[in-house]
């Protein structure tokens, strides 16, 4: 009998301690309520692919000429590629989606969305959310094969927040506008550094949402455009977005993800680290291809107080990596790191896919 007793006792004691143990927290990752247009209109609120009605596209809340696609070619001569999914909402003249979604005030958040132009004309998608808004020149496409992903990060201000997606422009045509196929947001985790090095994320494995059936990378936007950075940590400082790439769909150096600089000079992606005065470091970080046909002579330049390194990395397109180290002192109390690549590069069989190096695994340390 008190052999089964003390049994009881250190099960309770054991229950006990689970249910007191903290819980880790859980941040969202995922598409936004029918995110990827799946759920369509009801036929009667469809005037051939025109949506009649403000609350007929489910879970969303619309105004303008807003018309609900299938991916393929369409009557108007058009094709639409739709690689997410099979349905899609375009945006005509001055027309608006938006939904109200429940957020954490305070947290940072990415929104992660395929957007791509459908006419030959200059198209802008206006990205708002929490009081902050930004146009993207969409008219450069980056991939040919299924349009861009574009990462928009913000600070919620409130427990309800509304997310809008609008085409600000006026056209000629008034059914051109942008594309919009998947629509998913994320809760940024706090940065920590990891043992032994001075870069924060500096293995890029926090980032935005990386759509898992398809995905051809996601743009980081430049600072002009995205003040708050959907890289923890990393400033995007050019004219060009940088592309935010994982494991599943590219080849990355090390653990999940990494960041192709696609714009050649005009991208670039810094961070600004805490350094002693007159103290010896040193850098290392790795670049390469992402086993995706980008080829040619790489080259990539590191910056770091008033040192620098140029790291050439000759691609075929398959994968490989060059390890890279520069080795600096500190001038003043932060040093920027900075790196950007100095070519320009395409597929090798796509002239119209714009590519780039690899980069990943940043560290730096005191020596």
Request: charged letters at 20%; aromatic letters at 10%.
């Amino acid at each position: 009998m008190a052999h089964l007793l003390f049994l009881c006792v250190l099960f309770s004691t054991l229950l006990y301690s689970q249910a007191a143990a903290p819980a880790r927290p859980a941040y969202f990752d995922g598409l936004l309520a029918n995110g990827n247009f799946e759920e369509g209109p009801k036929p009667s609120n469809l005037k051939k692919t025109v949506i009649i009605g403000k609350y007929s596209l489910p879970k969303w809340v619309i105004s303008g000429m807003v018309e609900y696609v299938s991916g393929g070619p369409q009557p108007d001569g058009f094709y639409f590629a739709i690689p997410r999914g099979a349905h899609a909402a375009r945006l005509g003249n001055e027309a608006t989606i938006s939904q109200a979604i429940n957020l954490k005030p305070g947290k940072v958040y990415s929104l992660t969305f395929a957007a791509t132009r459908t006419c030959a004309q200059d198209e802008v998608l206006r990205v708002s959310a929490a009081n902050r808004s930004s146009d993207l020149p969409i008219q450069t496409l980056y991939s040919s094969d299924g349009g861009d992903t574009y990462a928009f990060a913000f600070v919620a201000t409130s427990r309800k927040t509304v997310v809008t997606f609008h085409n600000p422009g006026v056209q000629e045509d008034p059914a051109c506008g942008p594309l919009l196929d998947a629509i998913a947001i994320k809760e940024m985790p706090p940065l920590r550094y990891a043992a032994g090095n001075l870069v924060k994320n500096g293995g890029f494995e926090i980032g935005p949402h990386v759509f898992k059936n398809y995905s051809t990378g996601v743009l980081l936007l430049p600072k002009i455009h995205d003040i708050i950075s959907p890289l923890p940590g990393w400033i995007v400082e050019s004219l060009k977005p940088a592309k935010y790439v994982d494991s599943k769909h590219f080849s990355v150096p090390t653990g999940l993800a990494a960041i192709e600089l696609v714009g050649g000079r005009e991208t670039a992606i810094a961070q600004i680290i805490r350094t002693v005065p007159n103290k010896a470091y040193s850098l290392s970080f790795t670049i390469g291809d992402g086993k995706n046909d980008c080829h040619g002579s790489m080259m990539v330049e590191a910056f770091a107080a008033k040192e620098t390194v140029k790291v050439k990395h000759e691609s075929t397109g398959k994968g490989a990596f060059t390890p890279a180290n520069l080795k600096f002192i500190a001038t003043s109390t932060r040093t920027r790191l900075t790196f950007y690549s100095a070519f320009y590069h395409t597929k090798l069989n796509d002239y119209g896919h714009f590519c780039g190096p690899v980069l990943d695994d940043v560290k730096v340390w005191h020596v």
